[in-house]
């Protein structure tokens, strides 16, 4: 008997072990592979096998499963197969992540919006497996889509009025989503930051960094339409008539709550309430809980609101030194700019420079600086071609804004049109008898200019 069993053992041991052997899961893998590129069904079979004898061989038995499913799910024909490869493909995501732990791939997310995308299960089923995703995997929660499916819903859910939801909790979630729709486009914009201050020293980028730039680019645009449909969402909830009485009410309670004062300031500011007394009130409260560079910009905006432009300054400057985020800095350096731009052209130009500077896809400094050339025909040139030749000079900066940040060509193509078209034209530049020619702007500009050949 014991003879026997030794024996069974040994021809089970000797079946696993031929499963599991790493020749025949490659082979397998290799397979299913080529036949998920080829759109071929049987690439579902091969991946039923890797599962079911190489479930931790490795990585891409998820990856390339998950392609191999989702076609599945686009060729179901009836809703209860749509519905059996929907529920398998979550099923593979739990296996991912219990065979390759920490493996990075946002698959609770990945869950959530695969039910919400194909209209299977509940609202309430999709929003659940987003509100865990979001707390116990944020680090990969980093599709723009599921980011605001995941806000849409709960709001649904405020609106509804059917689960107690209050306005604080509307506001924390958008705050907290918010805050991760900035973290990610952090991250893009100092890669993409880094690839145009490589372009501005005169080198020329890879193929590879060139696709990088454009993927870049355009995740940078998901997450700013994202951002701009999640202020439409909540613009009804949060105009200044809704927001003054409401933080007002909550002042007292979380005076001592920099979080809070933080997020109070920021709405009240976002939706250009700042001039209200209550946002001088959070915002000193803020500075005096700690006096960080974001509280030291909202003073800034307090003192400017009263009139009292040289404190303004100076807790703009004080902010811009502090804050280690390029966006923020450059935006205070901005915003600066923008404080000069009617007094005082050069100082100006300086400010917008020091957004470049720290962050050079900062592209509104170029259009504001194309503004302050093109406003500047008349303080600058000896006569009246060379005056109008500022045009060029101040289109070419709005070219600028359109190449480093793509959500600005629309605005950019179209000022940069209107100063080319207020420049000399091709008569005016064959009576000059100016054309290739270098024209310098001795003013406080201080640049020149190569006369176009039209």
């Not at 869950?111 to 995997?137: H, R, S, V």
């Not at 003073?299 to 432009?309: D, M, Y």
């Not at 804050?323 to 005082?344: E, G, H, I, L, P």
């Not at 303080?379 to 070219?399: E, H, I, S, T, V």
Request: proline share 3%; glycine share 4%; hydrophobic share 35%.
């Amino acid at each position: 008997m014991k003879t026997k069993l030794t024996l069974l053992f040994a021809i089970a041991t000797g079946f696993f072990a031929q499963a599991q052997s790493p020749e025949a899961c490659t082979e397998t893998l290799s397979l299913m592979a080529s036949s998920a590129k080829a759109k071929d069904p049987s690439a579902y079979e091969y991946l039923t096998t890797l599962r079911k004898d190489c479930p931790s061989f490795h990585n891409g038995i998820y990856t390339y499963g998950e392609f191999v499913i989702n076609q599945a799910i686009d060729k179901a024909t009836t809703p209860a197969d749509k519905e059996k490869y929907v529920r398998d493909l979550l099923k593979l995501y739990d296996e991912h992540d219990k065979n390759f732990p920490n493996n990075g791939a946002g698959n609770q997310m990945k869950k959530a919006m695969t039910l919400f995308e194909n209209n299977i299960g509940t609202k309430a089923e999709a929003y659940q497996l987003l509100e865990n995703a979001f707390k116990t995997d944020k680090t990969n929660f980093d599709s723009p889509k599921a980011l605001y499916t995941y806000f849409e819903l709960f709001v649904n859910d405020y609106e509804a009025a059917n689960k107690g939801i209050t306005l604080q909790q509307v506001f924390d979630k958008y705050d907290d989503i918010s805050e991760k729709l900035t973290e990610e486009e952090k991250e893009l914009s100092e890669a993409k930051d880094l690839l145009l201050a490589k372009e501005d020293a005169g080198e020329t980028l890879s193929s590879r960094e060139e696709r990088s730039k454009n993927k870049y680019e355009i995740n940078l645009e998901a997450f700013s339409t994202v951002i701009g449909s999640m202020d439409s969402k909540i613009v009804e909830l949060s105009t200044c008539e809704k927001l003054i009485p409401f933080y007002q009410k909550g002042f007292e309670e979380n005076k001592n709550n920099e979080v809070w004062l933080k997020r109070a300031a920021d709405r009240l500011e976002a939706k250009e309430c700042d001039g209200d007394p209550l946002f001088s009130k959070i915002s000193e409260a803020l500075y005096r809980l700690n006096p960080s560079a974001d509280a030291a910009y909202k003073l800034g905006i307090v003192e400017l609101q009263r009139k009292n432009t040289s404190k303004a300054l100076d807790y703009f400057n004080k902010a811009a030194d502090m804050f280690t985020d390029n966006s923020k800095k450059a935006f205070v350096y901005y915003r600066m700019a923008t404080m000069y731009s009617k007094s005082n052209k050069s100082q100006s130009r300086a400010y917008a420079r020091k957004a470049l500077a720290v962050k050079p896809s900062y592209g509104k400094a170029y259009l504001l600086i194309a503004q302050l050339y093109g406003s500047s025909i008349n303080d600058c040139g000896n006569n009246p071609f060379d005056k109008r030749a500022m045009y060029w000079l101040a289109a070419q900066y709005a070219d600028k804004a359109g190449n480093v940040d793509t959500s600005l060509k629309g605005a950019a193509s179209k000022m940069a049109g209107s100063y080319r078209a207020a420049a000399p034209s091709r008569t005016d530049i064959f009576e000059s008898g100016k054309a290739g020619e270098r024209i310098s702007f001795n003013c406080w500009v201080g640049e020149s200019i190569t006369v176009p050949k039209l």
